[in-house]
T-cell receptor
Framework: DGGITQSPKYLFRKEGQNVTLSCEQNLNHDAMYWYRQDPGQGLRLIYYSQIVNDFQKGDIAEGYSVSREKKESFPLTVTSAQKNPTAFYLC???????????FGDGTRLSIL | EDQVTQSPEALRLQEGESSSLNCSYTVSGLRGLFWYRQDPGKGPEFLFTLYSAGEEKEKERLKATLTKKESFLHITAPKPEDSATYLCAVQASGTYKYIFGTGTRLKVLA
């Protein structure tokens, strides 16, 4: 079955620690996205990649970093500079920017 | 500024009681409007894309419609398994970004 796999499902971060969230897709999609979901707010775009080795900042990129070395993979690193990292993180992909985005099942990040 | 507002925030229906969810938007040229369903602890599941005023899409008990200022998601004779949060998003022309609303939490009681 084609889809988007996010791991881990739950992640805990200590103060001053960087953590990396995994996102893998086997849909052969060119575009991939990272969103953050907080209670009472709409999804907010963190980073976006249209093609391998290229990515752009979204609305709330500060404290986050990404890489896109392979078409199927788009990992997100939450750095120690992100002061309020507790949230539900969602990865999405689409065949191009004109097609609907499809989402993985998310990673919930909490602070110890 | 591009904006999406969903109403109501929460809705409780009896099984079989039809209703509608609203998504009002302001955007500088609409490329597409998207409806998603999200279950607790899961990612959003794509339902529909609407591109132009007057367009309608249907899937089982759900029907989405679009005007120049808003979209409705009509739920006909809902069942408890339709309980979820329904999200609306718009994409403006010439951009890759989706602007999401905060969703409507639907609870269907047996």
């Amino acid at each position: 079955d084609g889809g988007i796999t996010q791991s881990p499902k739950y992640l805990f971060r200590k103060e001053g620690q960087n953590v990396t969230l995994s996102c893998e897709q086997n849909l052969n999609h060119d575009a991939m996205y990272w969103y953050r979901q907080d209670p009472g707010q709409g999804l907010r775009l963190i980073y976006y990649s249209q093609i391998v080795n290229d990515f752009q900042k979204g609305d709330i990129a500060e404290g986050y970093s990404v890489s896109r070395e392979k078409k199927e993979s788009f990992p997100l690193t939450v750095t120690s500079a992100q002061k309020n990292p507790t949230a539900f993180y969602l990865c999405a992909s689409s065949s191009d920017s004109n097609q609907p985005q499809h989402f993985g099942d998310g990673t919930r990040l909490s602070i110890l | 500024e591009d904006q999406v507002t969903q109403s109501p925030e929460a809705l409780r229906l009896q099984e079989g009681e039809s209703s509608s969810l609203n998504c009002s938007y302001t955007v500088s040229g609409l490329r597409g409007l998207f409806w998603y369903r999200q279950d607790p602890g899961k990612g959003p599941e794509f339902l529909f894309t609407l591109y132009s005023a007057g367009e309608e899409k249907e899937k089982e008990r759900l029907k989405a419609t679009l005007t120049k200022k808003e979209s409705f998601l009509h739920i006909t004779a809902p069942k408890p398994e339709d309980s979820a949060t329904y999200l609306c998003a718009v994409q403006a022309s010439g951009t890759y970004k989706y602007i999401f609303g905060t969703g409507t939490r639907l609870k269907v009681l047996a």
